[in-house]
């Protein structure tokens, strides 16, 4: 079973408007929930966690993410996009019943002059 | 600097050529992780580490070999390469295990490209 979704491979926005990555997952219980970002040929470095303090998660560089349990929803936002946001964004989740984390499968966010 | 180191970052072998990766970390972490990246599947999990000489499968274990002997170290073995191991790997580390939501953080080293011929 899939434990997270990530709704679109590919995501093109124009440079000073909104981002909208979006992702779901499968849980049962409030799980902990990552995104990170992968600039190309770069490791993955963390932009926010959500771990049941507060449902609306800020992160680095102006994104931010809302845990939204009833829809099963962790998607991350960024009021303007900037070139440098350009990257594969993964969304991951930590079950609460196990040691594992579950990658989504990416999406690429273009950003456009 | 606090971070995870991996050697090689580039690798290009044969088949049945056995090979290891080292990752290591200075952080003092408890877990640590491999995972391998794929176009269009994300990351997924080789095999885990919750402490030392404690080590569990992943989602993809097949062909591959871990130890846990040191703390800080977490080699990756592939006994005997095959061309559908041609991957991007990332190791990961974490203070503590992934049921403990405060430290469960994971910090990912650069990254080992490998191409098996």
């Known amino acids: 079973a899939q434990s997270v979704t990530q709704l679109d491979s590919h995501v093109s926005v124009s440079e000073g408007t909104p981002v909208l990555l979006r992702c779901n997952y499968s849980s049962s219980y409030s799980p902990s929930l990552f995104w990170y970002v992968q600039h190309p040929n770069k490791g993955l470095q963390l932009l926010l966690k959500y771990t049941s303090a507060a449902t609306l998660v800020k992160g680095i560089n102006g994104f931010e993410a809302e845990f939204k349990k009833s829809e099963t929803s962790f998607h991350l936002t960024k009021p303007s996009a900037h070139m440098s946001d350009a990257a594969e964004y993964f969304c991951?989740?930590?079950?609460?019943?196990?040691?594992?984390?579950?990658f989504g499968t990416g999406t690429s966010l273009t950003v456009i002059p | 600097e606090a971070q995870v180191t991996q050697n090689p970052r580039y690798l290009i072998t044969v088949t049945g050529k056995k090979l290891t990766v080292t990752c290591s970390q200075n952080?003092?972490?408890?877990?640590m992780s491999w995972y391998r990246q794929d176009p269009g599947l994300g990351l997924r999990q080789i095999y885990y580490?919750?402490?030392?000489?404690?080590?569990d499968k992943g989602d993809v274990p097949e062909g591959y070999k871990v130890s846990r002997k040191e703390k800080r170290n977490f080699p990756l073995i592939l006994e005997s390469p095959s061309p559908n191991q041609t991957s991007l790997y990332f190791c990961?580390?974490?203070?503590?295990?992934?049921?403990?939501?405060?430290?469960?953080?994971?910090?990912f080293g650069p990254g080992t490209r490998l191409t098996v011929l």
């Open positions: 580490s919750m402490n030392v000489e404690v080590t």
């Open positions: 952080m003092n972490h408890e877990y």
């Open positions: 990961a580390s974490s203070l503590s295990a992934p049921l403990v939501p405060s430290t469960d953080t994971q910090y």
């Open positions: 991951v989740v930590r079950l609460n019943t196990g040691n594992q984390f579950y």
